[in-house]
């Protein structure tokens, strides 16, 4: 079982920066591929940033490459989300999720149905 909880959301004026953070507890933390996702009112909840359990492999959406940057420390059992150059359309509820990595593969996932542990999200709202 693995429990997260994402802090750092908030309101920010668009152009502005924004780090969001996921603390992961449970058992065996390291061995999971973590990730973000959000979802805007109205939508349906998408793909934001992945990263495998050692850290090396990172993957990005498109719609933020160049702009978030996701990041890990294993030590603490913390993962981390810098957003910068902020955008209104990444107005969305933002939740972090944890997946089992087969076989202790060192890989990323982009489908959310590979994940099994969710947060309860924390909001980003950017104004324009």
């Known amino acids: 079982q693995v429990q997260l909880v994402e802090s750092g959301g908030g309101l920010v004026q668009a152009g502005g920066s924004l780090t969001l953070a996921c603390a992961a507890s449970?058992?065996?933390?390291?061995?999971?591929?973590l990730a973000w996702f959000r979802q805007a009112p109205g939508k349906e909840r998408e793909f934001v940033a992945c990263?495998?359990?050692?850290?090396?492999?990172?993957y990005y959406a498109d719609s933020v490459k160049g702009r978030f940057t996701i990041s890990r420390t294993n030590a603490i059992n913390w993962m981390y989300l810098q957003m910068i150059s902020l955008k209104p359309e990444d107005t969305a509820v933002y939740y972090c999720a944890a997946a089992a990595s087969p076989s202790g593969r060192d890989t990323v996932y982009t489908d959310g149905s590979n994940y099994g542990f969710w947060g309860q999200g924390t909001q980003v709202t950017v104004s324009s």
């Open positions: 449970g058992s065996s933390v390291t061995s999971y591929t």
């Open positions: 990263i495998s359990r050692s850290g090396f492999y990172t």
